[in-house]
């Protein structure tokens, strides 16, 4: 069983920058897919990015070129670099580990799931 654990949620200026970091638990951690989705008040969760067991990342369009997610297989963590945040980027951000390692973007293809992390930009 995976346990992803999420940190480096906080309170930023709108063009600021965040890093979050997700450790999972488990043993087979690089055979796992692993995303970010971000849960605004009243909505479901929505993907941001994921990073296949391969290697290969993806994001949503909202976030292209803004955030950066990575993997170091070796500390079972993935991150979430988050830069030039917009006051649209406040929800909280949970990290997921996937059935497969390649997961879809779909909440769906994700079996363990951290507590969340408050990520607040002011404008």
């Known amino acids: 069983q995976v346990q992803p654990v999420e940190s480096g949620g906080g309170l930023v200026q709108a063009g600021g920058s965040l890093r979050l970091a997700c450790v999972a638990s488990g043993r087979t951690f690089s055979s796992y897919g692993m995303g970010w989705f971000r849960q605004f008040p009243g909505e479901e969760r929505k993907f941001v990015a994921m990073s296949w067991a391969g290697g290969r990342t993806y994001y949503a369009d909202s976030v292209k070129g803004r955030f950066t997610i990575s993997r170091d297989n070796a500390k079972n963590t993935v991150y979430l670099q988050m830069n030039s945040l917009k006051p649209e980027d406040t929800a909280v951000y949970y990290c997921?580990?996937?059935?497969?390692?390649?997961?879809?973007?779909?909440?769906?293809?994700?079996?363990?799931w951290g507590q969340g992390t408050q990520v607040t930009v002011s404008s």
């Open positions: 997921a580990a996937a059935y497969t390692g390649a997961p879809g973007t779909t909440i769906n293809d994700y079996r363990y």
